[in-house]
């Protein structure tokens, strides 16, 4: 008998923590063209923020549409994120940059983050998603 009621708890708390997942929604403006994906990846912490892919907590790529996309990603628990966008419009998985690594594909981050000498910080980014802020806005420059 116990054992049937701790089974049953696991899967209550199991079942509790997915319905605790939220789904977020990234508005990203200023797509210039049909061509290519369009990646956004959530990062929870600081490393890899923005260019790498591969540290993110989580990334969707869709399927490039000029103006404005919204891509939705499931599964995010509550908390404290900076989320980054790039038009990918040769597909080959990664933000392309000139000599002096500057972009040649147009990218962006949560909060308008901007950088300095460089990719935007991480801190300047960070947007609390919870029940209540679940939408986030991204301009691609």
Do not use: R, W
């Amino acid at each position: 008998m116990k054992k049937i009621v701790l089974i049953i708890i696991s899967f209550l708390a199991i079942a509790s923590a997915k319905s605790q997942t939220l789904t977020v929604t990234v508005t990203v403006n200023n797509v210039k063209s049909n061509k290519g994906v369009v990646t956004v990846c959530i990062f929870n912490k600081e490393t890899g923020f923005p260019e790498k892919a591969n540290l993110a907590y989580k990334c969707v790529n869709t399927t490039a549409s000029k103006g404005t996309m919204q891509i939705k990603i499931e599964g995010i628990a509550a908390g404290n994120y900076a989320i980054a966008a790039y038009h990918d419009e040769n597909s080959d998985g990664k933000v392309n940059t000139n000599f002096l690594g500057i972009p040649k594909e147009a990218a962006g981050a949560s909060n308008g983050a901007k950088g300095k000498m460089g990719p935007p910080k991480f801190d300047d980014g960070i947007v609390t998603i919870d029940k209540t802020k679940t939408q986030i806005t991204i301009l691609l420059e």
